[in-house]
Nanobody, 119 residues
């Protein structure tokens, strides 16, 4: 069974930094990509960032570009989201997701980790 577990959320102040981690596990796990999404209260879930497992190409939403950095550890099937210069509008539950080889979309999601940025 494939599982995704996030960690690293918490409370921060404006301008602070936080680092989220996400670990994927499962037998014979072969990944196409991993990504981060977030959902703020009363809003739809939105894309934040993703990274291609082969080649390492990265993608960011305009709202986080230049402030957040995604990286991966292939050997450990982990992805990280370094969040700098946090803003109140970054407050949300952050979800990690993975897309396995052969899947057409992200097919396994974590439970989410809360990030709260206070002004």
């Amino acid at each position: 069974q494939v599982q995704v577990v996030e960690s690293g959320g918490g409370l921060a102040q404006v301008g602070d930094s936080l680092r989220l981690s996400c670990a994927a596990s499962g037998r014979r796990l072969s990944l196409t990509a991993m990504g981060w999404f977030r959902q703020a209260p009363g809003k739809d879930r939105e894309f934040v960032s993703s990274i291609r497992w082969s080649g390492g190409s990265t993608y960011y939403s305009d709202s986080v570009k230049g402030r957040f950095t995604i990286s991966r550890n292939i050997a450990k099937n982990m992805v990280f989201l370094q969040m700098n210069s946090l803003k109140p509008e970054d407050t949300a539950v952050y979800y990690c997701a993975l897309q396995r080889v052969g899947a057409t979309a992200y097919d396994t999601w974590g439970q989410g980790t809360q990030v709260t940025v206070s002004s």
